[in-house]
Protein backbone atom coordinates (compact mmCIF):
# COMPACT_ATOMS: atom_id res chain seq x y z
CA UNK A 1 0.00 0.00 0.00
CA UNK A 2 2.79 2.32 0.95
CA UNK A 3 4.80 1.08 -2.09
CA UNK A 4 2.00 2.27 -4.34
CA UNK A 5 1.81 5.65 -2.58
CA UNK A 6 5.41 6.26 -3.68
CA UNK A 7 5.56 5.06 -7.23
CA UNK A 8 3.73 8.03 -8.65
CA UNK A 9 5.19 9.42 -11.42
CA UNK A 10 5.02 13.01 -9.74
CA UNK A 11 8.06 15.03 -10.59
CA UNK A 12 10.30 17.39 -8.65
CA UNK A 13 9.20 20.50 -7.59
CA UNK A 14 11.98 22.94 -9.33
CA UNK A 15 13.95 23.95 -6.25
CA UNK A 16 17.61 25.62 -7.64
CA UNK A 17 19.33 24.76 -10.92
CA UNK A 18 21.41 22.16 -9.63
CA UNK A 19 18.61 20.45 -8.43
CA UNK A 20 16.71 21.26 -11.99
CA UNK A 21 19.80 19.38 -13.50
CA UNK A 22 19.43 16.52 -11.54
CA UNK A 23 15.85 16.33 -11.54
CA UNK A 24 15.95 16.06 -15.36
CA UNK A 25 18.42 13.36 -15.42
CA UNK A 26 16.49 11.25 -13.09
CA UNK A 27 13.26 11.68 -15.03
CA UNK A 28 14.51 11.19 -18.22
CA UNK A 29 16.01 8.15 -16.94
CA UNK A 30 13.22 7.36 -15.40
CA UNK A 31 11.50 8.08 -18.58
CA UNK A 32 13.51 6.12 -21.00
CA UNK A 33 13.20 3.07 -18.12
CA UNK A 34 9.40 4.05 -17.78
CA UNK A 35 8.75 3.36 -21.86
CA UNK A 36 9.99 0.24 -21.48
CA UNK A 37 7.34 -0.48 -19.03
CA UNK A 38 9.37 -0.69 -16.43
CA UNK A 39 8.22 1.09 -12.66
CA UNK A 40 10.21 3.63 -11.72
CA UNK A 41 10.58 5.45 -8.10
CA UNK A 42 10.66 8.99 -7.54
CA UNK A 43 11.38 11.45 -4.45
CA UNK A 44 7.92 12.11 -2.72
CA UNK A 45 7.45 16.06 -1.99
CA UNK A 46 7.85 17.15 1.34
CA UNK A 47 4.52 18.43 2.79
CA UNK A 48 6.81 21.09 4.28
CA UNK A 49 8.98 23.50 4.16
CA UNK A 50 12.61 22.53 4.70
CA UNK A 51 12.19 25.39 7.36
CA UNK A 52 9.52 24.23 8.79
CA UNK A 53 10.71 21.27 11.71
CA UNK A 54 13.06 24.13 12.94
CA UNK A 55 14.21 24.15 15.30
CA UNK A 56 14.07 20.53 16.37
CA UNK A 57 15.74 19.54 12.82
CA UNK A 58 17.20 21.95 10.87
CA UNK A 59 16.60 23.65 7.41
CA UNK A 60 20.37 22.66 6.24
CA UNK A 61 19.88 19.12 7.69
CA UNK A 62 16.31 18.72 5.82
CA UNK A 63 17.20 19.84 2.74
CA UNK A 64 20.57 17.93 2.21
CA UNK A 65 18.50 14.89 3.76
CA UNK A 66 15.95 15.03 0.96
CA UNK A 67 17.73 16.83 -2.04
CA UNK A 68 20.86 15.05 -1.62
CA UNK A 69 20.52 11.34 0.51
CA UNK A 70 16.90 10.44 -0.36
CA UNK A 71 17.33 11.38 -3.99
CA UNK A 72 19.90 9.54 -4.37
CA UNK A 73 18.53 6.01 -3.25
CA UNK A 74 16.18 6.72 -5.68
CA UNK A 75 18.12 7.26 -8.50
CA UNK A 76 20.01 3.80 -7.45
CA UNK A 77 17.12 2.41 -6.64
CA UNK A 78 15.98 2.73 -10.21
CA UNK A 79 19.43 1.59 -11.63
CA UNK A 80 19.52 -1.59 -9.94
CA UNK A 81 16.47 -2.60 -10.79
CA UNK A 82 16.94 -1.60 -14.42
CA UNK A 83 19.90 -3.85 -14.25
CA UNK A 84 17.76 -6.68 -12.45
CA UNK A 85 15.69 -6.83 -15.65
CA UNK A 86 18.30 -6.81 -17.56
CA UNK A 87 20.10 -9.80 -15.43
CA UNK A 88 16.77 -11.58 -15.59
CA UNK A 89 16.45 -11.16 -19.51
CA UNK A 90 19.15 -12.82 -20.15
CA UNK A 91 19.08 -15.42 -17.45
CA UNK A 92 22.11 -14.31 -15.56
CA UNK A 93 21.80 -15.80 -11.91
CA UNK A 94 24.77 -14.88 -10.49
CA UNK A 95 24.24 -10.80 -11.27
CA UNK A 96 20.84 -11.22 -10.41
CA UNK A 97 21.90 -12.25 -6.83
CA UNK A 98 24.65 -9.42 -6.47
CA UNK A 99 22.19 -7.15 -7.57
CA UNK A 100 20.30 -8.00 -4.33
CA UNK A 101 22.47 -5.63 -1.93
CA UNK A 102 22.08 -2.47 -3.85
CA UNK A 103 18.77 -3.45 -4.05
CA UNK A 104 18.19 -3.83 -0.09
CA UNK A 105 20.32 -0.66 0.04
CA UNK A 106 18.57 1.53 -1.78
CA UNK A 107 15.18 0.30 -2.20
CA UNK A 108 15.61 0.12 1.40
CA UNK A 109 16.58 3.63 1.90
CA UNK A 110 13.68 4.94 -0.60
CA UNK A 111 11.23 2.88 1.27
CA UNK A 112 12.45 4.81 5.21
CA UNK A 113 12.95 7.96 4.76
CA UNK A 114 9.22 8.11 2.60
CA UNK A 115 7.43 6.76 5.90
CA UNK A 116 10.37 9.26 7.55
CA UNK A 117 8.74 12.00 5.85
CA UNK A 118 5.13 11.11 6.69
CA UNK A 119 6.24 10.82 10.56
CA UNK A 120 6.93 14.53 10.80
CA UNK A 121 5.17 17.68 10.48
CA UNK A 122 5.90 21.57 11.78
CA UNK A 123 4.44 22.30 15.36
CA UNK A 124 1.88 24.18 14.17
CA UNK A 125 0.40 21.47 12.08
CA UNK A 126 0.50 18.83 15.00
CA UNK A 127 4.13 18.01 14.96
CA UNK A 128 4.63 16.61 18.76
CA UNK A 129 1.25 15.84 20.01
CA UNK A 130 1.11 12.30 21.08
CA UNK A 131 -1.24 9.94 19.75
CA UNK A 132 -4.77 9.65 20.97
CA UNK A 133 -7.25 7.27 20.15
CA UNK A 134 -6.43 3.46 19.58
CA UNK A 135 -2.85 3.94 18.84
CA UNK A 136 -2.39 6.24 22.14
CA UNK A 137 -3.78 3.32 24.24
CA UNK A 138 -2.17 0.93 22.99
CA UNK A 139 1.17 2.37 23.57
CA UNK A 140 -0.10 2.71 26.84
CA UNK A 141 -1.05 -1.07 27.62
CA UNK A 142 2.39 -2.26 25.53
CA UNK A 143 4.92 -0.07 26.90
CA UNK A 144 3.45 0.79 30.07
CA UNK A 145 3.34 4.77 29.67
CA UNK A 146 3.88 7.55 26.86
CA UNK A 147 7.13 8.27 28.55
CA UNK A 148 8.25 4.72 28.98
CA UNK A 149 7.61 4.11 24.95
CA UNK A 150 9.65 7.29 24.56
CA UNK A 151 12.65 6.38 26.48
CA UNK A 152 12.51 2.99 25.30
CA UNK A 153 13.14 4.48 21.37
CA UNK A 154 15.69 6.87 22.57
CA UNK A 155 17.93 4.31 24.51
CA UNK A 156 17.61 2.02 21.51
CA UNK A 157 18.54 4.64 19.06
CA UNK A 158 21.59 6.03 21.01
CA UNK A 159 22.72 2.08 21.76
CA UNK A 160 22.42 1.43 17.89
CA UNK A 161 26.10 1.34 16.53
CA UNK A 162 26.92 2.86 13.07
CA UNK A 163 24.23 3.38 10.77
CA UNK A 164 20.60 2.73 10.94
CA UNK A 165 16.55 3.20 12.16
CA UNK A 166 14.77 2.96 15.41
CA UNK A 167 11.26 2.20 14.80
CA UNK A 168 7.99 2.01 16.48
CA UNK A 169 6.60 -1.26 14.72
CA UNK A 170 3.01 -3.10 14.71
CA UNK A 171 3.41 -6.81 14.93
CA UNK A 172 0.21 -7.40 12.96
CA UNK A 173 -0.47 -11.33 13.64
CA UNK A 174 -0.35 -10.35 17.40
CA UNK A 175 -1.54 -7.07 17.27
CA UNK A 176 1.42 -5.67 19.63
CA UNK A 177 3.37 -2.94 19.47
CA UNK A 178 6.92 -3.34 19.19
CA UNK A 179 10.23 -1.23 19.48
CA UNK A 180 13.17 -2.59 16.97
CA UNK A 181 16.25 -0.96 15.22
CA UNK A 182 17.28 -1.97 12.02
CA UNK A 183 21.37 -1.28 10.16
CA UNK A 184 22.28 0.37 7.45
CA UNK A 185 18.84 0.94 5.52
CA UNK A 186 17.16 -2.20 5.91
CA UNK A 187 13.42 -1.89 5.96
CA UNK A 188 12.09 -2.66 9.68
CA UNK A 189 10.43 -6.08 7.73
CA UNK A 190 13.60 -8.08 7.57
CA UNK A 191 13.03 -7.64 11.28
CA UNK A 192 10.17 -9.79 10.93
CA UNK A 193 7.83 -10.57 8.14
CA UNK A 194 4.55 -9.66 10.12
CA UNK A 195 6.42 -6.00 11.62
CA UNK A 196 4.70 -3.21 10.30
CA UNK A 197 6.69 0.27 10.35
CA UNK A 198 4.94 3.01 12.46
CA UNK A 199 7.50 5.31 12.81
CA UNK A 200 10.52 5.42 12.04
CA UNK A 201 13.31 7.85 13.15
CA UNK A 202 16.63 7.75 11.01
CA UNK A 203 19.70 7.15 13.51
CA UNK A 204 22.16 7.89 10.19
CA UNK A 205 24.94 10.42 11.38
CA UNK A 206 23.42 12.46 8.20
CA UNK A 207 20.33 12.84 9.74
CA UNK A 208 21.62 14.90 12.74
CA UNK A 209 25.19 15.52 12.64
CA UNK A 210 25.43 19.35 11.23
CA UNK A 211 23.11 20.28 14.01
CA UNK A 212 23.95 17.67 16.84
CA UNK A 213 27.25 16.82 16.45
CA UNK A 214 28.47 13.50 18.17
CA UNK A 215 25.53 14.21 20.61
CA UNK A 216 22.99 11.46 18.94
CA UNK A 217 21.01 11.38 22.86
CA UNK A 218 20.04 15.52 21.73
CA UNK A 219 18.72 14.77 18.14
CA UNK A 220 16.66 11.49 19.94
CA UNK A 221 15.35 14.27 22.52
CA UNK A 222 14.37 16.94 20.29
CA UNK A 223 12.94 15.00 17.26
CA UNK A 224 9.93 14.11 19.27
CA UNK A 225 8.89 18.06 19.23
CA UNK A 226 8.66 17.43 15.93
CA UNK A 227 6.78 13.75 15.44
CA UNK A 228 3.72 13.15 13.83
CA UNK A 229 1.21 10.91 14.76
CA UNK A 230 -1.65 11.47 11.46
CA UNK A 231 0.32 8.28 9.44
CA UNK A 232 1.16 5.90 12.18
CA UNK A 233 -2.62 5.99 13.55
CA UNK A 234 -3.95 5.55 10.29
CA UNK A 235 -1.60 2.66 9.21
CA UNK A 236 -2.32 1.44 12.66
CA UNK A 237 -5.56 1.74 12.88
CA UNK A 238 -6.21 0.04 9.21
CA UNK A 239 -4.15 -3.45 10.21
CA UNK A 240 -6.46 -3.75 13.62
CA UNK A 241 -9.78 -3.15 12.10
CA UNK B 1 49.24 -1.76 23.57
CA UNK B 2 52.79 -2.31 22.79
CA UNK B 3 52.45 -4.67 19.40
CA UNK B 4 54.60 -4.85 16.42
CA UNK B 5 52.08 -2.66 14.12
CA UNK B 6 51.48 -0.38 17.13
CA UNK B 7 54.91 -0.02 17.97
CA UNK B 8 55.88 1.08 14.32
CA UNK B 9 54.08 4.40 14.84
CA UNK B 10 55.64 4.96 17.92
CA UNK B 11 58.46 7.47 15.97
CA UNK B 12 55.57 9.84 15.25
CA UNK B 13 53.65 9.95 18.17
CA UNK B 14 56.73 10.60 19.81
CA UNK B 15 57.93 13.83 17.85
CA UNK B 16 54.40 15.08 17.71
CA UNK B 17 55.15 14.85 21.44
CA UNK B 18 58.18 16.47 21.64
CA UNK B 19 56.95 19.24 19.26
CA UNK B 20 56.71 22.95 21.13
CA UNK B 21 54.64 25.83 19.94
CA UNK B 22 50.50 26.36 19.20
CA UNK B 23 49.47 23.25 19.58
CA UNK B 24 46.74 22.72 20.85
CA UNK B 25 45.58 18.98 20.42
CA UNK B 26 49.47 18.27 22.17
CA UNK B 27 48.92 20.25 24.83
CA UNK B 28 45.17 19.53 25.62
CA UNK B 29 45.87 15.76 25.02
CA UNK B 30 49.40 15.96 26.99
CA UNK B 31 47.52 17.16 30.01
CA UNK B 32 44.71 14.71 29.83
CA UNK B 33 47.27 12.06 29.44
CA UNK B 34 48.75 13.16 33.03
CA UNK B 35 45.45 14.03 34.73
CA UNK B 36 44.56 10.28 33.71
CA UNK B 37 47.56 8.68 35.17
CA UNK B 38 47.49 10.74 38.09
CA UNK B 39 44.08 11.07 39.35
CA UNK B 40 41.65 9.05 40.64
CA UNK B 41 39.45 8.83 37.79
CA UNK B 42 35.67 6.97 38.27
CA UNK B 43 36.64 4.24 36.01
CA UNK B 44 39.61 3.32 39.11
CA UNK B 45 39.60 0.90 41.87
CA UNK B 46 41.22 0.69 45.02
CA UNK B 47 43.26 -2.17 46.15
CA UNK B 48 44.28 -0.68 50.02
CA UNK B 49 46.42 2.65 49.29
CA UNK B 50 47.14 1.58 44.97
CA UNK B 51 44.80 3.33 42.87
CA UNK B 52 44.45 1.34 39.53
CA UNK B 53 43.63 3.85 37.16
CA UNK B 54 42.31 3.89 33.61
CA UNK B 55 44.14 1.40 31.40
CA UNK B 56 43.80 3.36 27.97
CA UNK B 57 44.41 6.78 27.00
CA UNK B 58 43.44 8.91 24.22
CA UNK B 59 46.27 9.29 21.63
CA UNK B 60 46.76 12.68 20.00
CA UNK B 61 47.39 12.62 16.59
CA UNK B 62 50.69 13.32 15.25
CA UNK B 63 50.29 16.55 14.28
CA UNK B 64 48.25 19.68 15.37
CA UNK B 65 44.69 19.45 15.18
CA UNK B 66 44.51 21.96 12.58
CA UNK B 67 47.67 21.11 10.53
CA UNK B 68 45.52 18.94 7.76
CA UNK B 69 43.41 22.78 6.89
CA UNK B 70 41.77 22.91 4.20
CA UNK B 71 41.48 19.84 3.47
CA UNK B 72 40.01 18.18 7.01
CA UNK B 73 39.21 20.82 9.27
CA UNK B 74 40.24 21.47 12.68
CA UNK B 75 36.62 22.11 13.66
CA UNK B 76 36.47 18.12 12.18
CA UNK B 77 39.18 17.35 13.92
CA UNK B 78 38.16 18.31 17.21
CA UNK B 79 35.16 16.57 17.47
CA UNK B 80 36.22 13.56 15.55
CA UNK B 81 38.76 13.17 18.09
CA UNK B 82 37.80 15.39 20.87
CA UNK B 83 34.58 13.79 20.99
CA UNK B 84 33.94 10.97 19.21
CA UNK B 85 38.03 8.66 19.42
CA UNK B 86 37.34 10.21 22.82
CA UNK B 87 34.30 8.60 23.76
CA UNK B 88 35.49 5.22 22.64
CA UNK B 89 38.50 5.54 24.96
CA UNK B 90 36.32 6.49 28.23
CA UNK B 91 33.81 3.77 27.46
CA UNK B 92 36.19 1.16 26.71
CA UNK B 93 38.09 2.01 29.95
CA UNK B 94 34.58 1.30 31.95
CA UNK B 95 34.04 -1.38 30.76
CA UNK B 96 36.89 -3.59 31.14
CA UNK B 97 37.15 -2.57 34.56
CA UNK B 98 37.17 -5.51 36.85
CA UNK B 99 37.66 -7.84 33.57
CA UNK B 100 40.48 -10.35 32.40
CA UNK B 101 40.00 -7.75 29.14
CA UNK B 102 41.90 -5.18 31.62
CA UNK B 103 45.34 -7.10 31.57
CA UNK B 104 45.53 -7.47 27.57
CA UNK B 105 46.89 -5.42 24.86
CA UNK B 106 44.37 -3.24 22.78
CA UNK B 107 44.77 -5.50 19.81
CA UNK B 108 44.17 -9.24 21.87
CA UNK B 109 41.05 -7.39 23.28
CA UNK B 110 39.72 -6.05 19.12
CA UNK B 111 40.45 -10.12 18.17
CA UNK B 112 38.98 -11.46 21.47
CA UNK B 113 35.65 -9.57 21.63
CA UNK B 114 35.51 -10.12 18.13
CA UNK B 115 34.43 -13.42 19.10
CA UNK B 116 34.55 -14.76 15.55
CA UNK B 117 31.94 -12.37 14.19
CA UNK B 118 29.77 -12.74 17.55
CA UNK B 119 30.67 -9.82 18.35
CA UNK B 120 30.87 -9.05 22.43
CA UNK B 121 30.16 -5.52 23.75
CA UNK B 122 33.61 -4.00 24.09
CA UNK B 123 34.38 -4.95 20.54
CA UNK B 124 32.93 -1.63 18.84
CA UNK B 125 34.79 0.80 21.89
CA UNK B 126 38.51 -1.28 21.51
CA UNK B 127 38.14 -1.50 17.35
CA UNK B 128 36.99 2.13 16.98
CA UNK B 129 39.77 2.90 19.55
CA UNK B 130 42.36 0.82 17.76
CA UNK B 131 40.86 2.34 14.37
CA UNK B 132 41.24 5.89 15.06
CA UNK B 133 44.61 5.63 16.39
CA UNK B 134 45.48 4.18 13.42
CA UNK B 135 43.71 6.39 10.89
CA UNK B 136 45.26 9.84 12.28
CA UNK B 137 48.70 8.19 11.65
CA UNK B 138 47.13 7.32 7.49
CA UNK B 139 47.37 11.21 7.41
CA UNK B 140 49.84 13.87 7.52
CA UNK B 141 49.92 17.44 6.72
CA UNK B 142 51.20 17.81 3.27
CA UNK B 143 50.06 14.66 2.37
CA UNK B 144 48.95 12.87 -0.87
CA UNK B 145 51.39 11.97 -4.04
CA UNK B 146 53.10 8.46 -4.54
CA UNK B 147 54.67 5.91 -2.70
CA UNK B 148 58.57 4.53 -3.69
CA UNK B 149 60.75 2.06 -3.08
CA UNK B 150 59.95 -1.17 -1.69
CA UNK B 151 56.04 -0.50 -1.21
CA UNK B 152 55.53 0.87 -4.78
CA UNK B 153 57.31 -2.35 -6.12
CA UNK B 154 54.62 -4.57 -4.12
CA UNK B 155 52.13 -2.24 -5.17
CA UNK B 156 53.32 -2.62 -8.99
CA UNK B 157 53.53 -6.22 -8.52
CA UNK B 158 50.22 -6.91 -6.95
CA UNK B 159 47.70 -3.94 -8.55
CA UNK B 160 49.99 -3.49 -11.81
CA UNK B 161 49.91 0.20 -10.98
CA UNK B 162 49.87 2.35 -8.91
CA UNK B 163 46.53 4.01 -10.44
CA UNK B 164 45.11 0.95 -10.15
CA UNK B 165 45.33 0.96 -5.85
CA UNK B 166 43.89 3.92 -5.92
CA UNK B 167 41.22 2.85 -7.88
CA UNK B 168 40.31 0.04 -5.45
CA UNK B 169 40.78 1.65 -2.63
CA UNK B 170 38.52 4.89 -3.79
CA UNK B 171 35.97 2.35 -5.22
CA UNK B 172 35.99 0.65 -1.75
CA UNK B 173 35.80 3.32 0.38
CA UNK B 174 32.88 4.96 -1.78
CA UNK B 175 30.99 1.56 -1.60
CA UNK B 176 31.24 1.07 1.62
CA UNK B 177 27.57 1.05 2.34
CA UNK B 178 26.31 2.84 5.94
CA UNK B 179 29.05 3.41 8.42
CA UNK B 180 32.54 1.89 7.97
CA UNK B 181 36.19 1.95 6.30
CA UNK B 182 38.00 0.88 3.62
CA UNK B 183 42.11 -0.05 4.18
CA UNK B 184 45.07 -1.30 2.10
CA UNK B 185 46.30 -4.61 3.89
CA UNK B 186 49.27 -6.78 4.17
CA UNK B 187 48.37 -10.74 3.98
CA UNK B 188 51.22 -12.39 5.74
CA UNK B 189 49.81 -15.85 4.30
CA UNK B 190 48.23 -15.20 1.14
CA UNK B 191 47.47 -17.61 -1.62
CA UNK B 192 48.03 -16.12 -4.79
CA UNK B 193 51.15 -14.50 -3.48
CA UNK B 194 49.71 -11.08 -3.93
CA UNK B 195 50.68 -10.13 -0.39
CA UNK B 196 48.71 -6.61 -0.88
CA UNK B 197 45.54 -6.11 -0.46
CA UNK B 198 42.33 -3.18 -0.26
CA UNK B 199 39.35 -4.75 1.91
CA UNK B 200 35.88 -2.39 3.50
CA UNK B 201 34.75 -3.36 6.72
CA UNK B 202 31.71 -2.37 8.36
CA UNK B 203 31.35 -0.39 11.35
CA UNK B 204 34.39 -1.36 14.08
CA UNK B 205 35.68 -4.07 11.90
CA UNK B 206 39.13 -4.27 10.50
CA UNK B 207 41.69 -6.47 8.87
CA UNK B 208 43.20 -7.48 12.33
CA UNK B 209 40.38 -10.06 12.48
CA UNK B 210 40.74 -11.40 9.37
CA UNK B 211 44.54 -12.07 9.70
CA UNK B 212 45.58 -9.40 8.02
CA UNK B 213 47.99 -6.55 8.96
CA UNK B 214 46.46 -2.92 8.39
CA UNK B 215 48.83 -0.78 6.37
CA UNK B 216 46.72 2.20 5.59
CA UNK B 217 42.86 3.17 6.63
CA UNK B 218 40.32 5.58 5.36
CA UNK B 219 37.16 6.73 7.94
CA UNK B 220 34.26 6.96 5.91
CA UNK B 221 31.68 7.01 8.60
CA UNK B 222 29.59 9.99 7.96
CA UNK B 223 31.25 12.05 11.17
CA UNK B 224 34.63 11.69 9.71
CA UNK B 225 33.50 14.09 6.61
CA UNK B 226 30.00 15.06 6.58
CA UNK B 227 31.13 18.62 8.56
CA UNK B 228 33.53 19.64 5.65
CA UNK B 229 31.82 17.70 2.94
CA UNK B 230 28.14 16.91 3.97
CA UNK B 231 27.10 14.10 1.33
CA UNK B 232 29.70 14.04 -0.79
CA UNK B 233 31.98 11.41 0.65
CA UNK B 234 33.50 10.74 -2.99
CA UNK B 235 34.93 14.42 -2.99
CA UNK B 236 36.12 13.47 0.78
CA UNK B 237 37.57 10.23 -0.30
CA UNK B 238 39.44 11.96 -3.30
CA UNK B 239 41.17 14.77 -1.01
CA UNK B 240 41.96 12.13 0.88
CA UNK B 241 44.38 10.33 -1.65
CA UNK B 242 45.59 14.02 -2.98
CA UNK B 243 46.33 15.79 -0.12
CA UNK B 244 45.97 13.85 3.36
CA UNK B 245 47.29 10.46 2.85
CA UNK B 246 50.78 9.95 4.42
CA UNK B 247 52.57 7.01 2.18
CA UNK B 248 55.73 6.91 4.99
CA UNK B 249 53.33 5.67 7.31
CA UNK B 250 52.36 3.53 5.13
CA UNK B 251 56.08 1.85 3.90
CA UNK B 252 56.57 2.15 7.52
CA UNK B 253 53.77 -0.52 8.74
CA UNK B 254 54.88 -2.32 5.62
CA UNK B 255 58.25 -2.68 7.01
CA UNK B 256 56.99 -3.70 10.33
CA UNK B 257 54.07 -6.19 8.63
CA UNK B 258 57.13 -8.26 6.47
CA UNK B 259 59.66 -8.43 9.64
CA UNK B 260 56.65 -10.33 11.41
CA UNK B 261 55.69 -12.42 8.75
CA UNK B 262 59.33 -13.32 7.93
Same mark, same amino acid.
Given at each position: MALRAIASRKTLAALGSGLRAQARLATTAAAAAASRGLVTFSLPDLP !?? !?? &???? #???AEIMQLHHQKHHQSYVTNYNKALEQLEDAVARDDAPAVVKLQSAIKFNGGGHINHSIFWKNLAPIHEGGGEPPKGSLGWAIDADFGSWEAFVQKMNAEGAALQGSGWVWLGL?????KLVVETTA??????? =?? #??LVPLIGID??? @? #? !?YLQYKNAKPDYLKNIWKVIDWKYASEVYEKECR | MATATVAATAPLSNGFLLRRGPNEGAKSARGLQWTKNHRQSPSSRRFGAAVITAKFDLKPP? !???????? @???ANTLSFHWGKHHRAYVDNLNKQI %?????? &? =??LEDIVIQTYNNGDLLPPFNNAAQIWNHDFFWESMKPGGGGKPSGELLKLIERDFGSFEKLCEELRAAAATQFGSGWAWLAFNPRPSDGKELLVVKSPN &? %???LVLGYIPLLTIDVWEHAYYLDYQNRRPDYISIFMEKLVSWDAVSAKLEVAKAQAA
Open positions: !YD !YG &ALEP #AVSDKEFKNQDPLVT =KG #ADVWE @H #A !Y | P !YPLNALEP @HMS %VGTELE &A =KS &A %VNP
